[in-house]
């Protein structure tokens, strides 16, 4: 019998994480890596992908798997947590208050805006000279 597979998707700015949950000791990794290896030790990416488990108490419960692309790893900390609060919802639908209250289920939008044709960046102009 194969073990129950739960699947999450989070992004954050031009981050995208799958996250695959199953029953476990507790362990994360992140395209083949240890969690604590992959961030290289920073603590406050760390805990942001443990806030999901803390909202809903379910620390230890599950092994985590994790796919995740693109962006830097401040916005991949932040996809594989919202990928997280969203599997976790499919494992107990009751779980939806408290991950919504906790600001984890909603996509974070901000993206780099592009550069402009005729300026130096996005919102950046040319100095302009009268002669």
């Known amino acids: 019998m194969e073990v129950q597979k739960t699947i999450g998707t989070g992004r954050r700015k031009s981050s995208v994480a799958r996250v695959f949950l199953k029953p476990g000791k507790g362990t994360i990794t992140i395209n083949g890596v240890e969690s604590v290896k992959y961030f290289s030790g920073l603590k406050t990416l760390l805990h942001q992908m443990d806030v999901p488990f803390d909202v809903t108490s379910t620390q230890s419960q599950f092994d985590v798997t994790v796919n995740v692309y693109g962006g830097g790893i401040s916005g991949q900390a ?25 600001g984890l289920l909603m996509r974070d939008p901000r993206m780099k805006e592009r550069k402009k044709y ?10 302009y000279s009268k002669r």
């Not at 005729?118 to 102009?125: E, H, P, Y």
């Open 78 to 102: 932040g996809a594989i947590a919202c990928g997280i609060a969203r599997a976790l919802l499919v494992v107990d639908a009751n779980n939806r208050p408290l991950l919504k209250k906790a």
């Open 118 to 127: 005729g300026q130096r960046g996005a919102r950046a102009r040319y100095q």
